[in-house]
């Protein structure tokens, strides 16, 4: 695979907000498997995350599935842990050797219309070329062009931008995304800004993968999730999951995935109010957004609990679009 991604990583200590501990820094890859993927740690002082860094050569995550940025290796709130690594094969371009939370752009912008061969983009990884036949699954494709990378680490907060151009497809886009420890909150964000920059305006699905570990506790009974609306389940695969009218529950430890679609959502983003809570260790996240759900599926294999809501993304040129994702973490019965 050859990559012309271009790298730059601004790494700028600024002052923390009141009661934060320490500022953001450098610390060394939390997975033996990848000792020298570039990594950061960055704390509030009521939460600390590590994040991975995208990079062509030593990143983490190297396939072309998932947005390279904002994955997260260990964040810690109130004595509890969400997010880790829950697959037990690494190779930095299996599709998906990659920590929560993650989002995937569903629709190569472009792929339709390309031959064999010729190029197309994907959000967050950049300038493909189109396989002679398409795999079934989730192929690592060769990346043409990976774009150029800016990433800034503060004390509390990432920012990521990419910015790709593929003049033969007629698609580009600067793709901006701000990963945030909110001051003096057990709460994180993600803000993402998209515009396009080619000749094409950008549509395309999204959808936030999650891979939570909570705890770095299985997929057992102990783990629930809930969501403000009736539930109505379809093509489920698997039959571990219990479906109630507002709640998915274990029946079992997982041990293979499971998978189905849901829907009984609004158009209201009052709908995406997502909740995953352990009941045995206390651990519990909201996830909400300002933007409303236009599909969602439930993922789940042995290690790791995947509610995935989707939204509808469209920027044209001249008129980016900005959304917002905010995860709150608490311990239950506090």
């Known amino acids: ?153 503060r004390a509390d907060a990432v920012d990521f931008v990419h910015e790709v151009n593929d003049p033969k497809s007629g698609y580009g886009y600067r793709y901006t995304k701000t990963v945030a420890l909110t001051p003096g909150k057990p709460q994180l964000t993600l803000t993402h800004r998209l515009e396009s920059t080619g000749a094409n305006p950008i549509d395309t699905q999204m959808y936030n993968h999650n891979f939570f570990v909570l705890d770095g506790q299985p997929s057992v009974p102990d783990v629930e999730v809930r969501v403000p609306f009736k539930l109505e389940a379809f093509n489920v695969r698997g039959d571990a999951i219990e479906i109630g009218s507002d709640r998915l529950n274990y029946r079992k430890p997982i041990e293979q995935a499971n998978r189905m679609q849901l829907k009984g959502f609004s158009t209201s983003p009052s709908d995406y109010d997502i909740r995953v809570e352990n009941k045995k260790t206390g651990a519990g996240v909201r996830i909400t957004s300002d933007r409303p759900m236009s599909d969602m599926v439930f993922w789940t294999s042995p290690k790791t609990t995947c509610p995935e809501a989707y939204i509808h993304v469209r920027a044209e040129k001249g008129r980016p679009m900005e959304w917002k994702t905010t995860y709150d973490f608490y311990s239950l019965g506090k």
């Open 1 to 153: 695979m050859r990559s012309a991604t271009r790298f730059v990583l601004l790494t700028v200590v600024l002052g923390l907000s009141a009661g934060s501990r320490a500022a953001a820094q450098k610390v060394a890859s939390p997975d033996s498997d990848a000792p020298n993927a570039p990594a950061v740690k960055i704390t509030n002082g009521v939460a600390t995350a590590i994040l991975y860094l995208p990079d062509p050569e030593q990143g983490y995550y190297r396939a072309t599935r998932f947005d390279w940025s904002g994955q997260i290796a260990d964040l810690q709130a109130g004595g509890h842990s969400y997010f880790g690594r829950w697959n037990p094969k690494y190779d930095p371009k299996l599709h998906d050797a990659i920590m929560g939370p993650v989002q995937d752009f569903v629709t190569g912008q472009g792929m339709e219309a390309a031959k064999p061969g010729e190029t197309f983009i994907k959000i967050g990884v950049g300038v493909l070329r189109k396989p002679a036949e398409q795999a079934r699954g989730f192929a690592t494709l060769e990346i043409v062009d990976g774009g150029k990378w800016s990433t800034q680490v």
